[in-house]
């Protein structure tokens, strides 16, 4: 990872002599507080800060990007504080002859059966409506520790993707993602032929996940919109999911959406719960919204869900408008019964000075007919202050109230900075 920096930090001194540069990002600051109950009427309070860096360095066509978090206890000191992370670190060139595009260092990576964060490269070509890329890297460590993996060839993910845009209003798309984590090694009694206790070392193959992902959407804008996405599981040799999305705008004020997946539940290829009897469920929703004069909006969504031998339904009403919204849930059947409300409002005074908002949440849930029933309540209220279009201060008090937390009182305070410099 130390190479990988240099020539990052090399490659863009380089290109900021031969090009004029912008530097851009964010800065926010966070305290968070909370009270930590060990055991029984003994706990702690804690005050974490946090201090995050969104920075983007470059020009049009060549930028180094990074996203740096460090976090720590001012009131009680956790293990591991003050604890740094490195989220993103990379070298990304867009349009180079117009058509190459890479990434080089520590990147996401966003695909719909395995995502995460990778050290690696991506490269891509994109030309005629054709998008095509492939990447591979080492696994990040725990807590984005700045660390390259010291075992690639067993900690590593790989994958690439086709897309087509050429088609008019229709997308095209091939995935496809193999991600492998390197196993622990550890020791356990075992018995031999002659039932005498030997130590025995257990070691796993680091295969773990690998798809292939198809995809293709279709739109006309204003009129249609319908999403598909099939997962094929190459290590089970089954299919992991399918997702059936549309929306059609049936008049100007009247909108109908349908949603169905079937899925497998995802499990590692080494893990212990792969021996285990497990069953798929399937899933359809109907919805339905209607836009009023005056900017609100009524919308109702009713699902089914089918698993291996149950059902569960759940139906969900909101109406919402620039002022907020107020939405209800009900839940029953083999998934339990919930009840819950909810109700949001923020709006800005004084061209965008202050902005208050406030949040209120009832639930009421048990896990079938005879159990007892448990409540909770949540309460939000904030403000957001903001003097320049570059500066901004939050701060939220919370408070949630179930048979857990009792009356649990919780204070957020964050400071944003944005800037953005040419050079």
């Not at 070298?91 to 890479?102: A, G, K, P, S, T």
């Amino acid at each position: 990872m130390k190479k990988l920096i240099l020539i990052v930090s090399l490659f863009i001194g380089i290109t900021s002599i031969m090009y004029s540069q912008n530097l851009n990002g964010r800065f926010t600051s966070g305290l968070y507080t909370f009270e930590r109950f060990d055991i029984v009427g003994s706990s702690a309070t804690h005050a974490r800060t946090y201090q995050m860096l969104y920075l983007n360095f470059g020009n049009q066509n060549i930028s180094l990007r990074t996203n740096l978090n460090l976090e720590g206890d001012i009131a009680d000191k956790i293990t591991y504080d003050p604890r740094f992370r490195v989220n993103n670190l990379y070298l990304d060139v867009r349009q180079l002859f117009n058509v190459i595009y890479f990434k080089l260092g520590r990147q996401s990576l966003y695909n719909s059966a395995g995502g995460g964060v990778f050290d690696g490269v991506t490269l891509g070509l994109k030309f005629s409506g054709v998008d095509i890329s492939g990447y591979y890297g080492g696994n990040t460590p725990a807590y984005q520790k700045l660390e390259f993996t010291d075992d690639l060839s067993n900690d590593y993910v790989a994958g690439g993707k086709i897309t087509i845009n050429a088609v008019k209003n229709t997308r095209f798309a091939l995935k496809y993602v193999n991600k492998n984590f390197k196993s622990v090694s550890y020791s356990a009694i075992r018995l031999d032929e002659n039932l005498n206790p030997i130590l025995y070392l257990i070691e796993n193959n680091s295969r773990q996940y690998e798809y292939i992902s198809g995809e293709v959407s279709y739109e006309q804008p204003d009129i249609i919109r319908i999403d598909s996405r099939y997962d094929y599981d190459v290590n089970f040799k089954t299919s992991s999911k399918f997702v059936l999305s549309g929306r059609v705008e049936a008049s100007k004020n009247f909108g109908f959406s349908v949603y169905y997946n079937y899925r497998e539940p995802r499990v590692r290829y080494n893990s212990i719960f792969s021996v285990f009897d497990y069953a798929n469920s399937s899933e359809i929703e109907f919805g339905g919204d209607y836009s009023f004069d005056g900017g609100f909006r009524l919308n109702g969504k009713f699902a089914n869900v089918s698993y291996k031998d149950e059902e569960s339904q759940r139906i969900s009403v909101g109406l919402s408008s620039k002022w907020g919204s107020v939405s209800a849930r009900k839940t029953f059947g083999y998934a339990g019964e919930l009840d819950a409300i909810s109700f949001y409002t923020a709006h800005s005074f004084l061209e965008g000075l202050i902005t208050p908002n406030f949040s209120l949440g009832f639930t009421s849930y048990k896990l079938s007919s005879s159990d007892e029933k448990n409540n909770m309540l949540t309460v939000l209220l904030g403000l957001n202050y903001r003097p320049f279009r570059t500066l901004s201060f939050d701060t939220q008090g919370q408070y949630m109230n179930n048979k857990i937390y009792n009356n649990d009182f919780r204070l957020l305070l964050k400071l944003n900075f944005w800037f953005n410099t040419n050079f």
